[in-house]
Nanobody, 122 residues
Framework: QVQLVESGGGLVQAGGSLRLSCAAS????????MGWFRQVPGKEREFVAA????????YYADSVKGRFTISRDNAKNTVYLQMNSLKPEDTAVYYC???????????????WGQGTQVTVSS
């Protein structure tokens, strides 16, 4: 099992930037694929971005492609989500996730963080 703790959420104006962090602990985290998902009340959780265990492959939802960047530092057991050009529709609770296998839009990862709120004002 992997434990995940997100940080970095907050309130930002449209067009601004935020960087989310996810600190992982537990099993060999560096061998896990990591991802970010988000959820708005009343809607299903949706895939945002994912990164392979080595960091060599990244995947993005079409809605964030070109604006968000996922990265990881295996020495620090941390994954990041740099969010630029934020829009009000990016407002959601953002969840970090981890799985031994590749994370894609269709994946339900095995480990989740508690979530961090991101609010983008217009």
């Amino acid at each position: 099992q992997v434990q995940l703790v997100e940080s970095g959420g907050g309130l930002v104006q449209a067009g601004g930037s935020l960087r989310l962090s996810c600190a992982a602990s537990g099993r060999t985290v560096s061998m896990y694929a990591m991802g970010w998902f988000r959820q708005v009340p009343g809607k299903e959780r949706e895939f945002v971005a994912a990164i392979s265990w080595s960091g060599s492959s990244t995947y993005y939802a079409d809605s964030v492609k070109g604006r968000f960047t996922i990265s990881r530092d295996n020495a620090k057991n941390t994954v990041y989500l740099q969010m630029n050009s934020l829009k009000p529709e990016d407002t959601a609770v953002y969840y970090c996730a981890a799985d031994p296998k590749k994370i894609t839009i269709a994946t339900v990862p095995g480990s989740w963080g508690q979530g961090t709120q991101v609010t983008v004002s217009s």
